[in-house]
């Protein structure tokens, strides 16, 4: 069957190059690329994206063989109707290998149409790495690589004030758009790159917070035979989405006048405090999705759905969030919450729990201490639900996983010392949470998290998740 390309269906705009996008994955074309894709449809907008990963080259030689095309399926509620829906979605212009064709970056740095750049990278990806050069081609890290384009084009157009960038990163951090300013910052002095382009930077690039909400549990392996026959071509790039999306952009609205979001129907707005809606998403949908995916995954269920509909597991992910998140929260939540549970149960959807077990560690930092650490201040006393997701990580942390190469190394040689009994489990929770290098604090301090993660961990151990989870639920209800 031939495979998905421009030569196939409809004659497909070229547009203008207008937004560097860092990261392929399913998300951002999901998301990003796909509400850019409506915007060229109903709006002047008239731009593509160019994509360059991260991390490996692998998925931009698959990104260039389909020239930028690929399917999508949105399924679920839609105008309280089922509706499940596909599209060609012709955003992307060109991935570029960044390992082998460096020199085309640096020249889309000198182009007059470019104007965005949108990042998703995980939590894991907005970091300082010393030993990035500017000279490195390319540099390890996202802002790193950042860095060299933004200076390359200061200096294609001697710092002219109108060819700075609007940044708008995706990553589920707080504040990802000043965090990621800092980091650009620090390698402008780390490289000397001069008070000019630092100026440049500041007054002449906008970098916007911005919060991200649509569940897309990806690439449909499952029943790809059954769509490629719908189809009529092969997709090796097909992602799968739910209906609902909300991208809240913390920002000048002067934006819209170059991003035209108003004037299209799609749930992303522009606002002067993103903080609410970035509190209730992240600790209560994705929240809710880390805490369950060991646990889930540990119980034998593959997916979000499974895991919902599970009569012990889904009762926890339940009071997880009813009993535990939602108190910590200020405003009512409630409906919120309400929606979250519905949108697990999207019935088209296998959302895959080891899909989203990548970056786990980061991920809990992120997504659930907050919660912990507030739960503890409010109620004084420990949140017996998320104590036990975290033991249930650790356990989850035996097998192979993918997540930051230290994080892995780390536990691979302490659950090895474990099994040859020169570290007792107990020691190896205490070793665990007191690295900062994990969790960004030492957990250790925070009074009775220890003990208690160390009793949840050798009932998991012991019995299993399941038997564990019973057991300790005597103390949830006490």
């Known amino acids: 069957m031939e495979k998905l390309s421009r030569k196939i269906g409809k004659d497909y705009p070229v547009y203008p190059e207008k937004v560097l996008q860092f990261g392929e994955g399913n998300f951002l074309r999901a998301f990003v690329d796909w509400q850019l894709y409506v915007l060229n449809k109903e709006t002047n907008f008239n731009g593509s994206v160019v994509v360059v990963q991260p991390k490996g080259t692998n998925k931009i030689v698959g990104l260039n063989e389909q020239e930028g095309l690929f399917t999508l399926y949105l399924q679920g509620m839609k105008e309280n109707k089922a509706v499940n829906e596909h599209m060609i979605v012709d955003t992307i212009s060109r991935g570029i290998d960044l390992f082998t064709d460096y020199h085309q970056y640096i020249e889309l740095a000198h182009s007059e149409e470019l104007r965005f750049v949108i990042s998703n990278t995980t939590e894991a990806g907005i970091y300082f790495e010393p030993k990035d050069r500017l000279e490195d081609r390319p540099q390890i890290s996202f802002p790193g690589k950042l860095t060299a384009f933004l200076y390359h084009r200061f200096q294609a157009f001697n710092g002219d004030q109108q060819k700075g960038c609007i940044v708008i990163p995706c990553e589920l951090i707080e504040e990802n758009g000043i965090k990621l300013r800092e980091i650009v910052l ?211 942390y035996r097998g192979e996983r993918e997540d930051d190469a230290a994080v892995l190394d780390w536990f691979a040689a302490s659950w090895r010392a474990v099994d040859e009994q020169k570290m007792t489990l107990q020691q190896f929770v205490e070793s665990c949470l007191s690295n900062e290098g994990i969790w960004g604090m030492n957990l250790t301090s925070v009074a009775g998290l220890t003990e208690l993660v160390t009793d949840n961990l050798k009932q998991i151990e012991q019995a299993g998740i399941r038997e564990a989870m019973m057991s300790v639920k005597k103390e949830w209800i006490s």
Request: with cysteine; proline share 5%; net charge negative.
């Open 186 to 396: 620090q390698y402008a002095e780390l490289w000397n790159l001069g008070e000019e382009f630092v100026s440049w930077i500041m007054q002449n690039n906008t970098f916007c917070n911005s919060l991200v909400d649509r569940i897309v549990p990806g690439f449909p392996k499952d029943n790809i035979d059954e769509i490629t026959e719908e189809l009529g071509y092969q997709d090796d790039l097909v992602v799968v989405g739910e209906q609902y999306h909300q991208w809240v952009i913390e920002g000048p609205q002067w934006i819209k006048d170059e991003f035209p979001i108003d004037q299209v129907a799609l749930n992303t707005f522009i606002v002067d405090d993103l903080t609410p809606y970035r509190t209730q998403k992240v600790r209560i949908l994705n929240g809710a999705h880390t805490a369950m995916t060991p646990i889930g995954y540990l119980a034998g269920l593959e997916t979000v759905a499974e895991a919902v509909e599970d009569e012990e597991v889904g009762r926890y992910i339940h009071e997880l969030i009813y009993e535990e998140i939602v108190p910590t929260l200020n405003s009512d939540v409630k409906v919120f919450a309400n929606d979250v549970i519905n949108r697990f149960r999207n019935p088209y959807f296998k959302h895959y729990l080891l899909s989203i077990s990548l970056n786990s560690t980061s991920k809990f930092t992120a997504r659930i201490l907050p919660t912990l650490l507030d739960y503890l201040e409010k109620k004084k006393e420990l949140p017996q639900r998320i104590v036990f997701s975290l033991a249930a990580l650790l356990s989850f």
